[in-house]
């Protein structure tokens, strides 16, 4: 049934069809018509940030608690810029958003009218694909076209621009619209012949491992991840986007591989014959220097995006296909042979790695907190099924390490972009997303204070995230490489200077939240579960930790994973140092 409304009643109506619950954004001239109709909806809840960078991090949050496709909204200009970090942030780690803005009348374009940015070439090398929209009778169709590309295949963000008089024009409305996507077809499926060379590898290797990635998580296919893993008897290792994927407390389970993984993992890909690459796209992180990485392993590669496989490693058998499709039928190939690899040699060693060389901390003489025991207790006493929604820097590795993950997508981050500021907006997205759920953000003192203006979004909408800020009073990741690699010349890394400045207690307090502070071990355990009581108001707690920790294993950028340091002078021996 067709109906005759507003550009802007159709935009809001496509968003209902589509089913979103939750638009993070902030309104202003060239978004406003938009505005007036969200007003009315019954189905589509509004929450208004403090800064849109909070609203596409939050975004961010909510689509990889839920699954579902995130949505922010914008103005023109600065309004559509201020998306730009969430939206390549999204772009690099493959989260579904779709970032809705207005732009300047159609008449105005190219004119540099006020509040006029090109934000649909702005964000073209970062969008899975992004519209311009000029005419209100494509409103429907494309929000219909841009939920589907964000969601389907290798997911992504995709930008909607609309001109304000678009938004304001009348239109004839009608649901379903008619798709317009000829060249969009994802290929799912994988070849059979494809799942027939890898599982001939499989045979022939002796020292194989699951090398996991992302892509994983994302096709949902933790349990047939599970499955492989237990019926070749391969060992796992998880990257930092794939943490618990695979639990943790899994006998296969290796650790996480990289830059600051552990050296089981790190040993285990550097060791191998064979690395069957599930939705990873071998980042710099975890290969270290490329032409030393994995030198006697085969590879087979299985991703959703051709464009990742032999994109950095050549692949000897490229698999394209959705990961849960993948390993289901590696399953079936693998049994249908009566594959069963003698892999006990190779569990020697690893096992060996284990145990030889287990993730540890230095504790200072000094009585002061080492923030790695603040993860240790924080996952005994808030347990796996909480969201632990991290930053970017010493903290993130820290709660990749140290927080036990056995539930997949429970460990929310920034991998590929890095981005500083993502975990207080993000948490709070996620915890929208899952309000029954228990969601901690795990931030620095450097993150915390780009994006802590979403606690007052918390504190007015209801939402009680609980966040630990671990204070070191530096900007910690600089400040560990300043030491080992710039002769300890700590330029721009001290935040705190003589004074604490702000104060993380009074700020809660300000913003409304619940503010505590931690500065001694034996407190830790009170604080933690102190703030596990408080349920009705966000809660900051300011872990006031040792300036001098450091963040080990460590592969220094550039070098190879073979150069991997447990301490400042002291590396692991791998097996093949003897041969």
């Known amino acids: 049934m067709s109906e005759r409304m507003t550009g802007a009643q159709a935009l809001v109506r496509a968003l209902e069809h589509v089913g979103v619950d939750t638009v993070f954004g902030i309104p202003g001239g060239a978004i406003l018509p938009a505005y007036d109709p969200l007003y009315d909806s019954a189905k589509v809840r509004h929450v208004l940030v403090r800064h849109e960078q909070g609203a596409g991090h939050a975004a961010e949050g909510y689509a990889q608690a839920t699954g579902k496709v995130g949505v922010c909204m914008a103005t023109s200009g600065p309004g559509a ?9 999204a ?5 579904p958003i779709v970032a809705i803005t207005g732009q300047v009348a159609s008449k105005s374009i190219g004119t540099d009218a006020f509040q006029e940015a090109d934000i649909s070439g702005i964000t073209m090398p970062i969008t899975k694909h992004n519209f311009l929209i000029t005419d209100p009778a494509d409103i429907a169709r494309t929000i219909m076209e841009a939920f589907h590309i964000a969601s389907t295949g290798r997911p992504g963000p995709v930008l909607v621009d609309i001109a304000k008089d678009a938004l304001q024009a009348e239109t004839t409305f009608s649901w379903p619209p008619t798709m317009q996507l000829p060249g969009y ?25 699951l090398y996991v990635g992302g892509g994983v998580h994302k096709a949902r296919a933790s349990a047939e991840l599970i499955r492989l893993a237990e019926l070749t008897r391969i060992p796992v290792v998880t990257t930092l986007m ?10 296969q389970h290796m650790g996480m591989p ?5 050296v089981s993992a790190v040993g285990a890909l550097q060791q191998a014959d064979l690395l069957i690459g599930l939705g990873v796209r071998f980042d710099d992180r975890v290969t270290g220097q490329l032409s030393t990485f994995a030198p006697h392993a085969k590879i087979v590669h299985a991703d959703i995006d051709p ?17 849960k499709e993948v390993i289901g039928d590696l399953i079936a190939a693998v049994e249908a042979a009566g594959l069963q690899g003698d892999y006990d040699d190779w569990w020697t060693v690893l096992n060996g790695y284990k145990q030889t060389y ?14 790695q025991y603040v993860m ?9 099924d909480a969201y632990y929604v991290a930053g970017v820097g010493q903290h993130q590795m820290w709660a990749s390490q140290f927080v036990q993950y056995e539930q997949p997508g429970t460990f929310i981050n920034s991998g590929g972009a890095g981005t500083m500021g993502f975990a207080v907006p993000a948490a709070m997205g996620a915890k929208m997303g899952r309000p029954d759920a228990v969601v901690w953000a795990i931030d620095g003192d450097g993150c915390f204070q780009m994006t802590n203006q979403e606690l007052a979004t918390c504190a007015l909408e209801g939402v009680p995230v609980k966040i630990a800020v671990i204070n070191n009073g530096n900007l910690g990741m600089v400040r560990q490489w300043q030491t080992l690699f710039y002769d300890q010349r700590y330029s721009n890394t001290d935040l705190q200077a003589t004074r604490r400045i702000p104060d993380f207690v009074k700020l809660a307090e300000a913003y409304g939240c619940v503010g505590l502070r931690c500065e001694r071990p034996e407190d830790v355990d009170a604080t933690i579960k102190k703030a596990m009581e408080i349920n009705d108001v966000p809660v900051v707690v300011d872990f006031v930790v040792h300036q001098d920790a450091m963040v080990w294993p460590m592969v220094a950028a550039g070098t190879s994973n073979d150069d991997i340091k447990i301490a400042r002078d002291m590396a692991p021996k791998w097996e093949s140092d003897d041969e």
């Open 258 to 262: 990289g830059m600051h993984g552990s």
């Open 185 to 209: 077809r994802p290929v799912t499926r994988p070849h059979s012949k494809q799942i027939r060379e890898a599982a001939k590898l499989i045979a022939e290797a002796r020292r194989p491992v």
């Open 376 to 384: 240790e207790r924080l996952s005994a006493i808030v347990g796996p």
């Open 91 to 95: 772009y690099m780690d493959s989260v």
């Open 81 to 89: 810029t201020n998306l730009v970090t969430p939206i390549a942030d």
């Open 358 to 371: 287990p993730l540890g901390y230095e504790e200072f003489e000094d009585g002061s907190l080492a923030p």
């Open 242 to 251: 794939a943490r618990g994927t695979f639990p943790d407390s899994h006998p």
């Open 307 to 323: 464009a990742e496989i032999s994109k950095n490693r050549h692949a000897d058998v490229p698999i394209v296909g959705d990961c």
